[in-house]
């Protein structure tokens, strides 16, 4: 059983910044291939990016350029740095790992870009 939550979200400005983290439970963290996820109104969940246990991250090409993901193995969490944002980057921000063939996922932390 792993349990996820997320937090760090709220109202930015168009071009602003937030910092998302997802503290993780479970001894076992360091060997997560933790992802994100997001759903905008009204859309599908869509993937957003992912980290391994390496260290190595891959992005959706729609926020190259001006999100981040990180990890911290000795605090559990993982965070999303998200710089330059945009309207379109509204939604619910979800982390999932998918750990010992169970897909786990957080509640999610709401992220609106308003000016």
């Known amino acids: 059983q792993v349990q996820l939550v997320e937090s760090g979200g709220g109202l930015v400005q168009p071009g602003g910044s937030l910092r998302l983290s997802c503290a993780a439970s479970?001894?076992?963290?360091?060997?997560?291939?933790m992802s994100w996820y997001r759903q905008a109104p009204g859309k599908q969940r869509e993937w957003v990016g992912q980290?391994?246990?390496?260290?190595?991250?891959f992005l959706t090409d729609s926020v190259k350029g001006r999100f981040t993901i990180s990890r911290d193995n000795a605090k559990n969490t993982v965070y999303l740095q998200m710089d330059s944002l945009k309207f379109e980057d509204t939604g619910v921000y979800y982390c999932?790992?998918?750990?010992?063939?169970?897909?786990?996922w957080g509640k999610g932390t709401l992220v609106t870009v308003s000016s």
């Open positions: 999932n790992v998918l750990w010992n063939g169970q897909e786990y």
């Open positions: 479970g001894s076992r963290f360091s060997n997560y291939v």
């Open positions: 980290i391994t246990s390496g260290g190595t991250t």
